[in-house]
Each structure stands twice: as structure tokens, then as C-alpha cells.
């Protein structure tokens, strides 16, 4: 006599055996071994405490449409290259990471990447810096609410944006030339062209050349 037991659509047929997924009504042939199938959606994963399978978050594809538009701009991939990006930004969401601290662990990663002429060639090279910005970020929401910070001042906000345009033209002159100090010259003349008061592509710099006079550190 045979004991089948039955969870969720997953079948044991006898003790020992491995778990088996079966929908209802499904053929024998139709079955999938959870322990074999490697292939098997990658939104079912085991459960060391219970042994069951457990589902993961489902991400709709509008919300990972913009999540991954927002990376890949945040890091200065080409429009092309979507897809190689699709699968590790999905595993964020999945893991509860908000898009707001992914665009800014990107971003903040690819400056300093920048800053040591390197240039992200995927958004797997983000996983570390992004997942240790969500622990930070956890960390904080415990925190007592700290006291309101200032409003942000109109020429915070210009410097802002213009590093952020300007470290675009330069991943983009980088990729062009593939040599830093050919990309350090011209960058000074099209820094020159733009307007901008500094070459240096740091935060710090862009505020301390972008911040009025009369205005405090």
C-alpha cells in the first residue's frame, strides 16, 4: 500500500522520496522533482526550517520595467543592454529592497567606480553595495526619527543634477576612448564648454564650487 502525502499541490508518494509538484488534475508525466529540476521558477525556493517549498515575491513588469530603467541609468549602461540587467534587479525587489535605496547604492557605487577609473559593465557588480545599503537602511528605520533635515537650496539641487548629467557624459567619453588620461583632457574642455566650475566628478566638489559665497559649509 502506497501513502501518498500532499501539500500545497506537492506530492510524497512514499517516505524518503522526494517531494514532487502536481497540480491538480496534472499527468503523471507532467510531474517536476523539486530536488532534481534545476530549472524549476526560480520563485520557488526550499525552506530550511520546514522543508516545504516557499514562494517569493511576484514583481509585476511595470515595477521592474522602472526599476531596471532607473539602474541602468543611475549606473550609465547603454539602452541595449536591458536584459543582461533584468535578473539581479528582480532578485531585489524580491528580496523587499525599495527601488529608492537600489537607484541610490547604484549610483552612489558608480562614482566611486569612477573615481578609480573603472566603468560597471553589469548590475551584478552592484549586489554587494546595494544589499549592504538595504542593511543600513533597516538599521536606521530603528533609529529615533532625527530632526527634519533642511530644505534642499536651489543650487544644491543644480549641482546635484549636473553631476549626475555630467557623470553620464563621461561614462559614455570613457567608453569611447578607452583610455583614462585621453578622457581626463577632454574632459576638462567639454567640462569648460558645459559651464561647469570644476572637472573633479565628486559631490563634495560639485557642492563646494556650485554653494554661494555668503553660504556655510
Not at 29 to 40: G, M
Not at 59 to 79: G, Q, S
Not at 121 to 137: L, N, S
Not at 190 to 205: D, F, I, N, S, V
Amino acid at each position: 500500500h502506497t501513502t501518498v502525502k500532499e501539500w500545497r499541490g506537492f506530492r510524497q508518494h512514499k517516505p524518503g522520496q522526494p517531494w514532487r509538484y502536481q497540480p491538480q488534475n496534472a499527468q503523471p508525466d507532467r510531474l517536476l522533482d523539486i530536488d532534481k529540476d534545476k530549472e524549476i521558477n526560480s520563485s520557488i525556493s526550499e525552506s530550511a526550517e520546514t522543508g516545504f517549498a516557499q514562494v517569493e515575491a511576484v514583481i509585476d513588469d511595470a515595477t521592474l520595467d522602472r526599476a531596471v530603467r532607473t539602474v541602468m541609468e543611475a549606473a550609465c549602461f547603454p539602452k541595449d543592454s536591458t536584459r543582461r540587467h533584468t535578473g539581479i534587479v528582480r532578485k531585489w525587489l524580491q528580496a523587499g529592497i525599495p527601488e529608492p535605496v537600489i537607484v541610490q547604492a547604484v549610483a552612489d557605487h558608480t562614482a566611486a567606480m569612477h573615481q578609480n577609473r573603472e566603468i560597471p559593465q553589469h548590475a551584478g557588480c552592484f549586489d554587494k553595495p546595494v544589499r549592504a545599503a538595504w542593511a543600513q537602511h533597516q538599521i536606521s528605520a530603528d533609529l529615533p526619527e532625527p530632526a527634519p533635515s533642511p530644505v534642499m537650496q536651489d543650487w544644491e539641487k543644480q549641482a546635484r543634477a549636473d553631476l549626475m548629467e555630467d557623470h553620464r557624459a563621461w561614462s559614455a567619453l570613457m567608453q569611447e576612448l578607452g583610455d583614462y588620461g585621453r578622457a581626463k583632457q577632454q574632459w576638462a574642455d567639454m567640462a569648460a564648454k558645459r559651464g561647469r566650475p570644476t572637472t573633479e566628478l565628486t559631490l563634495e566638489a560639485y557642492l563646494t564650487a556650485y554653494r554661494p559665497q555668503d553660504v556655510a559649509a
